[in-house]
């Protein structure tokens, strides 16, 4: 079964722009978690979304947003980036949104 | 303070070495636990996930988790240079409301395995 993918790997942007990264849960999961790594910071939670809709989110400002869609398949959103937006964008799927979750390689996002 | 506390090392251990790695928490919400490796440039790969206190072992790998005092800990056995790279702790409450999806993380310990 392949695993989670997750295009682009790499991004550079300036700040002002808006980006949007997506992410291909595997086969058969319909839980699609985001979060954003940052040395500072670690692994923080941004938002959760199953069969088309956001279950949680997390303490993130309102310029980072998500959809899913009826394949499972993900994209977040961040609008007016700001240098802080740098780091490691991680997806991970599962089938029901608790517990275990699998992580894609990662989309790593630097702001200029 | 934060939910989970995890000492962010850095580890340097000879091969061969037995390895053990903790966290703290401090939401008693928290039913689920894993454990997760992480190579440079890598997204986080899962080693071992447990639901009760007690121990499960997997191969050179036994995680334990001691719910009465909010403590975790993953034993590595027989360490190998190939074991370098940073674990993290993670855990979740049971699904609903502000649980779905949502895996709390300790800061990841970096482990260097030399040969």
């Known amino acids: 079964k392949a695993g989670v993918t997750q295009t682009p790997r790499y991004l550079i942007k300036t700040r002002g722009q808006q980006v949007t990264l997506s992410c291909s849960p595997i086969?058969?999961?319909?839980?699609v978690s985001w979060y954003q790594q940052t040395p500072g910071q670690g692994l923080q939670f941004l938002f959760e979304?199953?069969?088309?809709?956001?279950?949680n989110k997390g303490n993130f400002p309102g310029r980072f947003s998500g959809r899913q869609f009826s394949n499972s398949r993900s994209e977040m959103n961040v609008s007016t980036l700001e240098l802080g937006d740098s780091a490691l964008y991680l997806c991970a799927s599962n089938t029901r949104g608790a517990d275990t979750q699998y992580f894609g390689p990662g989309t790593r996002l630097t702001v200029l | 303070q934060k939910e989970v506390e995890q000492d962010p090392g850095p580890l340097s251990v000879p091969e061969g070495a037995i390895v053990s790695l903790n966290c703290t928490y401090s939401n008693s919400a928290f039913q689920y636990f894993m454990w997760y490796r992480q190579y440079s440039r890598k997204g986080p790969e899962l080693l071992m996930y447990t639901y009760s206190s007690g121990n499960k072992e997997d191969g050179r790998f036994t995680a334990q988790v001691d719910k009465s005092s909010k403590y975790i800990s993953l034993f590595i056995r027989d360490s190998q240079p190939s074991d370098s790279a940073t674990y993290l702790c993670?855990?979740?409450?049971?699904?609903?409301?502000?649980?779905?999806?949502?895996?709390?993380f300790g800061q990841g310990t970096i482990l260097t395995v030399h040969p």
């Open positions: 086969s058969g999961h319909r839980s």
């Open positions: 979304y199953f069969s088309e809709t956001q279950r």
């Open positions: 993670a855990m979740s409450a049971s699904a609903g409301g502000t649980s779905y999806g949502k895996l709390t």
